[in-house]
């Protein structure tokens, strides 16, 4: 029987990409994206430039912090109206090739490649991946990285291989070549925690964490994690492609540059994303009834959480104490990779 076939594909550095593509007087200076763009106040940093990172700028630290760090830098604010205008475009060329298309923020997506029963989806999706690919650089004037393999998994280790600009691809007979030298910490969801006690117990590489019995790791890292590891040692990921998006509905999903663990960072994300939907909540002159909730962990686990209003409304304020609520409500035993917000149940 025909397996399946999974794209990943990831825009090259997006925030930083958008900037200069705006502005190409930036290209090889020092900048940074965040918050309103004034590191005497508040805020967090959302993307760096190369040139500031190597100045030890990084992701998810206070503005006046890679002020300190990088005093020649320049700092913008996030213009997340230009950044959502590039998403939209990104996300309509991927919809043109299937109908499973599982966003992980602006500039990150699984494609999931459909094919007539009993017949191969792979060669499809090496075409299909090619053609993104080259309207995404034609379309939009930005680069993506792209991976090609019988799952989630693969098929975003792959994208990660051959990053930027990079395309790369493995038929699920060439799994376990491709995982077996692999150190450990290259596994998606392997943090470097875990990574660290893996090698403690004397496990460095993928084919090591194989051949590994299940119930060794379920008595290290509980039956959930210990479960995980084996399975994508092993290559294993039956997540399907679930779209986040649905046709009477507002939403907005953030990818964090960095696995964020600072709850205040999740809050203050989520905050803007409450903001931004219900902003385009009021000028489509709705009101929403329900709201979603949805958190990705690093090790690509994802939940989602819905509450009701007790009548539609388009106020903020309401909005936000029930998005807060279902926050609360959350378990964060590991660093989260993607949070985002869905309005729903419009009237």
Known sequence: MPGRAVIHIELDSFFVSVEMKMRPELKGTAFVIGADGDPAKRGFVSAVSPEAKRKGVKVG???????????????????????????????????????LVESFGLDEAFVEVLSDKGKD????????????????KRELGLTASVGVGPNKLIAKMCSEAKRPDGFFAIEETEVEKFLRDLPVGSLCGVGARTAQRLGELGIK????????PVSHLERNFGPIIGR???????????SPV????EPDSLWREVTFDEDAADPYILKETLYALTEDVT??????????????IKVRFNNFMTLTRSGSMQEATDSMNDIWRTTLKLLE??????????????LSGLV
């Open 121 to 136: 989806p792979f060669p499809a999706a090496l075409s299909i991946s090619n053609e993104m690919k080259s309207r995404v």
């Open 242 to 245: 679930v779209p986040f998006s």
């Open 228 to 238: 995980g590891l084996n399975e994508h040692s092993r290559g294993i990921d039956e």
């Open 279 to 292: 902003a385009r909540l009021k000028a489509s002159w709705d009101k929403a009834l329900t709201v979603t």
């Open 329 to 342: 409500g959350v378990d964060l035993p590991r660093p989260v990779r993607l949070v985002g917000v869905k």
């Open 205 to 212: 590489t993928v084919a090591e964490l194989a051949r590994t």
């Open 61 to 99: 630290m206070t503005l006046r912090q890679a002020k300190k760090l990088c005093a020649e830098a320049l700092f913008y604010p996030a213009d997340l109206l230009s950044y959502e205008q590039a998403s939209g475009k990104f996300m309509a060329i991927l919809g043109d090739y299937s109908p």
